[in-house]
């Protein structure tokens, strides 16, 4: 499912109209991401919890010449899906 389909759902199960949906999916990835920014947890009971994970810096390779480099940690968005969502695909 694309952005568009993504809006074009919500628009149609919420009675919005797309310029609406698409405030609305638009304000909700915002408030997201401004909250794992702040080092937040986003919990949704029943659909699941967007954190923030780090990775450690490590030493990889380049697989073009071979030659080894330094990779920064970094933090990484993490989502866990809660059971309702889990039960829901299964």
Known sequence: ?????MIN???EKTG??????EKSLKAFTDVVSEALKAGDKVSLVGFGTFSV?????RTGQNPQTGEKIN?????SPKFKAGKAL????N
Not at 71 to 75: F, H, L, Q, V, Y
């Open 71 to 75: 990779i920064p940690a970094a933090k």
């Open 86 to 89: 889990k039960d829901a695909v």
């Open 53 to 57: 994970g780090a990775r450690a810096a």
């Open 9 to 11: 759902a919500m628009a």
């Open 16 to 21: 919005l109209t797309k310029a609406e949906a």
């Open 1 to 5: 499912m694309t952005k568009a389909d």
